[in-house]
């Protein structure tokens, strides 16, 4: 993997009679896109990427779907059958998946008047030129990111992001377009025919609930939501779903970062290889979970107010059952790891029992606010703080690894905790670990 030379990445001046649109760009399949990158074995053949602790399918390649495989299917259904019908698993890989993301993330930014990352394998670009241009804009995105980081991406072109995501899934589907669908030079009977075919649960933001909702009132397709009343829709459903249909029918009203503009909690939460049946042990977990939840907040500059702590147990297990949830107001707005930290063991200290069996838990900040925006009296900011812990630790945690740096119980100097997430089948962290880096040996 290469940088590209920036000259060859410039977006295209803008001509007499061009205009802006949106582009959707999109990496196809990414977690098992990434596992290909590095792993050449595994293109053509049938892969899964399992969740936490090897649970369940969260990622299927085209073959897998080809097979039947759904996602959310548990990963024991299929590990029996699995060599019969030639399937390849691999645990996600968490730090793998992030990098290649910032790589592309970061790539796509070159081409672009500006950037809405939208996901970690998705982003919105700006775009400007004729269409033919923006075609070839496409077709340019395409082919930098297969050359430096190997991941196969698809470009959807529109007059708004939901058009452009719509776009982005034609060019999925219609392999002849070779991955780049602008709507402005396709023929306007054949949108619209295609339009009429892809129910109206195909479509951004719009689920099997709400599909139901609107199949009640006769629309079915992404056509016919196209052609509803936005003022009956605002009425009957949301502003949201009637901003949906103002931009089917092209006008732009989903502003840059306003579906992420409403993001009130931060959660961590994580299933346990082994259940946990100590209340050393849960004391342990919150203490980890706070501090992680700590850095993000400080890598972020977010502070939070309230904390939640929770724990569970199994909903399949036929032994004693225990869901134990506290919710603590902090002093004042923090991102303090040792304030946080305290407050989470604190909080379910009554309500574990111990001998039962937990097999997940998490801790989650609300009341979130960008840091510094209530003055404070000098007595309420501690030590901590004003050192700006929180920022240290996710910096050398980011740097060498999660259980590189811990306080108190968090502490990671002996073996890893049995409870910890298990990942059987990961592949190696190709890019973020110098002992795992690929060997290549020319013949």
């Known amino acids: 993997m290469s940088d590209p030379p920036a000259a060859a990445v410039r977006p295209t001046p803008v001509a007499a009679g061009s205009g802006t649109r949106i582009a959707l760009v999109d990496v196809n399949s990414f977690y098992v896109s990434c596992e290909r990158a ?43 059958s699995a060599p019969q019908v030639g399937l390849i698993q691999r645990s996600s890989n968490y730090e793998l998946y992030g990098d290649l993301s910032s790589r592309v993330m970061e790539l796509l930014g070159r081409y672009a008047l500006w950037q809405e990352v939208y996901s970690i394998d998705e982003s919105f670009l700006g775009l400007a030129g004729t269409p033919a241009e923006l075609n070839a804009q496409g077709a340019a995105i395409r082919t930098a990111v297969a050359r430096h980081t190997g991941l196969p991406v698809c470009v959807g072109i529109g007059s708004t992001k939901t058009l452009a995501k719509f776009a982005n899934r034609i060019a999925k589907q219609n392999r002849h377009l070779q991955g780049v669908c ?76 306003d579906e992420r503009a409403d993001r009130k909690q931060l959660i961590y939460s994580r299933s346990f290889s082994t259940p946990v049946t100590t209340l050393t042990e849960m004391r342990q977990v919150m203490s980890i979970y706070a501090q992680q939840a700590a850095a993000r907040l400080a890598r972020e500059g977010q502070q939070a107010s309230v904390l939640t702590a929770y724990a569970g147990t199994s909903h399949f297990s036929e032994r004693a059952s225990s869901f134990p949830s506290a919710t603590v107001r902090l002093p004042a707005p923090t991102a303090d790891p040792v304030i946080l930290s305290r407050a989470a063991v604190g909080a379910l200290e009554a309500q574990v029992i111990e001998g039962v069996s937990y097999t997940k838990a998490g801790v989650m900040l609300s009341g979130l606010e960008a840091a510094g925006a209530q003055p404070l009296f000098d007595e309420f900011v501690s030590d901590q703080e004003r ?38 089948y ?17 013949l």
Do not use: H
């Open 38 to 80: 590095f792993d050449p074995k595994l293109a053509g053949v049938p892969v899964v990427v399992l969740s936490n602790n090897d649970g369940c399918v969260v990622a299927r390649s085209d073959e897998a779907k080809a097979l039947g495989i759904k996602t959310g299917t548990p990963w024991f259904k299929l590990a029996e």
């Open 182 to 257: 602008n709507l402005d030079t396709m023929d306007p009977a054949v949108v619209d025919t295609i339009m009429s075919r892809v129910p109206v649960t195909g479509l951004w933001g719009v689920g099997s609930r709400l599909g139901t909702r609107l199949a009640a009132l006769g629309i079915e397709s992404v056509a016919d939501l196209r052609a509803a009343d936005p003022a009956m829709i605002r009425r009957k459903f949301s502003v949201i779903l009637q901003r949906t249909v103002l931009e089917l029918n092209g006008t732009s009203c989903i502003p840059l970062d």
């Open 387 to 424: 050192r700006n812990l929180g920022d240290l630790l996710g910096r050398v945690t980011d740097k060498y690894g999660a259980a590189s740096i811990g306080l108190g119980l968090a502490g990671m100097a002996t073996a890893k905790p049995e409870w910890t997430m298990s990942r059987k």
């Open 426 to 442: 990961s592949s190696p962290r190709y890019t973020t670990e110098w002992s795992e880096l690929p060997v290549v040996r020319a």
